[in-house]
C-alpha cells in the first residue's frame, strides 16, 4: 500500500516518502548553516530533523486515511471523529520520542498548520482557542491506529533518527501506544 501526504477528491496525489524525503533534502542543504545554532537553543541539533520526520506522521493514521481516502473500508465505516494530522502526530512524537527533545518536535508538528488546527476546533464551535479538553476528546474519538507503513529511503537523515522513526512506527504497529489516557 502506498502512503500519501496529500490527497485531492480522495485521490493520494502526492507520496508520504517523496514528501518527507524533498523536505529532508532541504534541510540537509541548511544544516551546515543552522547546526550550531539548534544545537545552542534547543540542546540537540537533532531536533529540526526529528520534526521533519515526523511532521506528517499523522497521515498514516486510520482517522486521517478515512476521511481522505479508504471511505469504503470496513474499518472506516465504522471511524470515530476525524482528527487533524498535526493533532495526531504531535501526540504520537510526545508518546515516542524521548524528553526533553519530543516538546520541541511537538511544538513544531502541532503548529505547523496552526490556522487549521485553529479552523477545525475553535472556530467550528465559535471559539478563538482550543481548548485542551477539545484536543483530549478529539483523541478519545478518532481511531489512532496505524493504517499506512511506509517504507522511506531517507537517504540524508541520521541512522540514529531513522532507527527512532522505526522503532516508533513498530510500536505504533504493535499496538504498544494506544489510547489516550
Known sequence: MTC???????????????????????????RPYYRGWVKRMLGNEDAVELAILFHDIGKLGWSYICANEKKDEPRCRQQGAYIRHELLGAYWAYKMLPRPLSYYVVAAIALHHEPMLLGTYAD??????????????????????????????????????????????????????????
Request: glycine share 10%; proline share 1%; aromatic share 8%.
Open 4 to 30: 500519501y501526504s496529500a490527497y485531492e477528491h480522495g485521490r493520494g496525489i502526492e507520496e508520504y516518502c517523496k514528501h518527507i524525503e524533498m523536505a529532508l533534502e532541504e534541510w540537509c542543504k541548511l
Open 124 to 181: 467550528a464551535v465559535g471559539e478563538s482557542q482550543i481548548h485542551i479538553s477539545t484536543l483530549y476528546a478529539a483523541l478519545r474519538a478518532a481511531d489512532l491506529g496505524l493504517g499506512c507503513r511506509p517504507t522511506c529511503s531517507l537517504r540524508c537523515a541520521s541512522e540514529g533518527n531513522i532507527r527512532l522513526v522505526e522503532n516508533a512506527l513498530d510500536m505504533w504497529e504493535r499496538g504498544e501506544i494506544r489510547g489516550v489516557g
